[in-house]
T-cell receptor, first 110, second 115 residues
C-alpha cells in the first residue's frame, strides 16, 4: 500500500531548539493529520488540517497544509524533554482510507 | 470518558492458534479501522468498516478476519494463517460521514507476541 515520505527519519536536538519535519505525497489530499506516539502507546492527535494553505497552532506546535495539497509541515518551537517520541503524518483524499508516514523519531538532549 | 479501548495490552499466541483482539469505542463513530505497526514502518491497514455488518479488506488482510456486529465493537482475529503476527496492533475510528473535516482517533494498542 501507499506510504507517505516523511523526513527526517530521526533527529537529536538540544532542549530549547526549534524542530521542523515534513511529509510529501504523490497524491493530492484534502486532510492532513499530525500525531505523536510514545513507546508502547497509541498515536495521539496533535493537529488536523483541512484546507490548502491552512496554518494551525497547538501550543508550541504549528502545522501547515501545503499549497499543492501534496505536502505538510510540522514545527515544534522551544523543544522540551517531553517532546521526545515519534511523530507521524497522515493524509486522506476523500475516501475512508488514511495513508501514513513512516514517522520522525525525535530525541531531545537536556 | 469518551474514547477507544483495546484489550488486552499484551497477548501471546502459540503456533497454530487463533487469537482475538478487542476494540470498543463509545464515540458514536460509524467507521472503525485496524492497523498493524512494525518497527520503522508506517501504519498499514488490515481491515476497515464503514458501518455495522459491513467491512472491507485493507492492504494486508491475509491471515486476519474481523466482524462488525455492533457499532461500538470491531474485534480482530489473527488466524494461524498469519505467519508473522508479532506486531503492535492499533484500532482507530472516525465519524465516517465523509465530511470534509473528519479526524481519526486511535486506541492504546495491543502488542501481540508469538511463543
Amino acid at each position: 500500500g501507499q506510504q507517505l515520505n516523511q523526513s527526517p527519519q530521526s533527529m537529536f536536538i538540544q532542549e530549547g531548539e526549534d524542530v521542523s519535519m515534513n511529509c510529501t505525497s504523490s497524491s493530492i489530499f484534502n486532510t492532513w493529520l499530525w500525531y505523536k506516539q510514545d513507546p508502547g502507546e497509541g498515536p495521539v492527535l496533535l493537529i488536523a488540517l483541512y484546507k490548502a494553505g491552512e496554518l494551525t497552532s497547538n501550543g508550541r506546535l504549528t502545522a501547515q497544509f501545503g499549497i499543492t495539497r501534496k505536502d505538510s509541515f510540522l514545527n515544534i518551537s522551544a523543544s522540551i524533554p517531553s517532546d521526545v517520541g515519534i511523530y507521524f503524518c497522515a493524509g486522506r483524499s476523500g475516501t475512508y482510507k488514511y495513508i501514513f508516514g513512516t514517522g520522525t523519531r525525535l530525541k531531545v538532549l537536556a | 470518558d469518551g474514547g477507544i479501548t483495546q484489550s488486552p495490552k499484551y497477548l501471546f499466541r502459540k503456533e497454530g492458534q487463533n487469537v482475538t483482539l478487542s476494540c470498543e469505542q463509545n464515540l458514536n463513530h460509524d467507521a472503525m479501522y485496524w492497523y498493524r505497526q512494525d518497527p520503522g514502518q508506517g501504519l498499514r491497514l488490515i481491515y476497515y468498516s464503514q458501518i455495522v455488518n459491513d467491512f472491507q479488506k485493507g492492504d494486508i488482510a491475509e491471515g486476519y478476519s474481523v466482524s462488525r456486529e455492533k457499532k461500538e465493537s470491531f474485534p480482530l482475529t489473527v488466524t494461524s494463517a498469519q505467519k508473522n503476527p508479532t506486531a503492535f496492533y492499533l484500532c482507530a475510528s472516525t465519524i465516517g460521514s465523509r465530511r470534509t473535516q473528519e479526524t481519526q482517533y486511535f486506541g492504546p494498542g495491543t502488542r501481540l507476541l508469538v511463543l
